[in-house]
């Protein structure tokens, strides 16, 4: 008698031990998820061209432009795509890393920047300038740049400007394709007029949309951003950058609703990897506590008979 006092004892000690650490963890997820969802709200927000529209160079106003370099000296220009929500100011940071967590502020951020590769000439005077960003919902960032991947797509937004020097330049985006990030034929800063031909042609090559006639040189710009397949993989733009750019007449603004969503080299770490195994764990929790509840009841009736 005083054993079966004893294992209902230990029974509903541990029913009420598991039923705290199930509510304890239900809490937590619950936590959690909110925490998940303002954080994700925040790097959408420090992401949208809205934040950086006041600084960009415009007919009436390049002084704006002049403020944000006073902020982050770091800024060398500006990107815009045309049709598209590529529309930010470009840095140049010391090395490939800092700007993938520092916002064109100059503030920490895990939407990053976009940003020219640290060993290109900060006048895109080279014939291959390479500039980074991150791969973004909503496409905010260089999230748009997979959308190329449609031939209707590429074919309706091949024009865009590029700023740097005090003056706006024209974009002629000729080749849309994928390639590995350690690819160094395709990731070259150091291509030289005279090989450059030699760039175009392997670019050629792994066209997947491009337009009816290449450039015969640089200087070009190329955008890379990581896609959605393989780790190292890579989605890629190429434009020439052409002289006779016009200064658009005012700033546009872009909404943004969507959430996070980063790949590959340039990610920060996903809501999921901590959403996942607090499911699993309130998931075990709620089957233990279900069977616990059931163990209980019979042992209650066993105990009335």
């Known amino acids: 008698m005083k054993k079966q006092q004893l294992i209902r004892k230990l029974i509903r000690f541990t029913d009420r031990a598991i039923s705290t650490a199930f509510m304890t963890v239900l809490l937590l997820v619950l936590f959690l998820a909110v925490c998940v969802i303002l954080d994700n709200q925040r790097i959408m927000a420090e992401a949208s061209t809205d ?7 415009t007919k009436e106003d390049k ?32 090395n490939n890393d800092v700007y993938i967590n520092t916002s064109a502020l100059g503030e920490f951020s895990l939407s990053g920047a976009l940003f ?44 865009g400007l590029l700023y740097y020097g005090g003056e706006y330049y024209k974009l002629e985006i000729f080749a849309f394709f994928a390639a590995d990030g350690h690819d160094t034929r395709v990731y070259n800063p150091r291509v030289t007029e005279e090989n450059c031909q030699q760039w175009l042609d392997y670019v050629d090559q792994l066209a997947i949309n491009r337009a009816e006639k290449f450039p015969e040189g640089g200087p070009i710009l190329l955008m890379s951003t990581c896609s ?26 872009h909404s943004t609703q969507e959430g996070l969503h980063l790949h590959g080299v340039l990610t920060g770490i996903s809501p999921w990897a901590y959403l996942i195994p607090a499911g699993a764990v ?24």
């Open 51 to 57: 934040v950086y529209q006041s600084y960009k160079p």
């Open 228 to 253: 959605d397949g393989q780790t190292n993989s890579r989605f890629l733009l190429a434009a020439s950058i052409l002289p006779g750019g016009q200064a658009p007449a005012s700033r546009v603004t």
């Open 116 to 159: 020219l590769d640290s060993r290109n000439a900060p006048d895109f005077s080279d014939p291959v300038s390479i500039v980074y960003g991150h791969n973004m919902a909503k496409d905010l960032m260089f999230g748009g740049i997979d959308n190329y991947e449609d031939p209707s797509y590429f074919s309706r937004h091949l024009k």
């Open 282 to 305: 309130l998931a075990g929790l709620t089957i233990l506590f279900v069977l616990l509840k059931r163990r209980k009841k019979r042992e209650d009736e066993d105990g009335d008979q």
């Open 63 to 94: 002084f704006s432009f002049n403020e944000l370099v006073a902020i982050n000296p770091d800024v060398v220009g500006w990107l815009t795509i045309n049709g598209t929500n590529i529309d930010y100011p470009l840095v140049q940071g010391k």
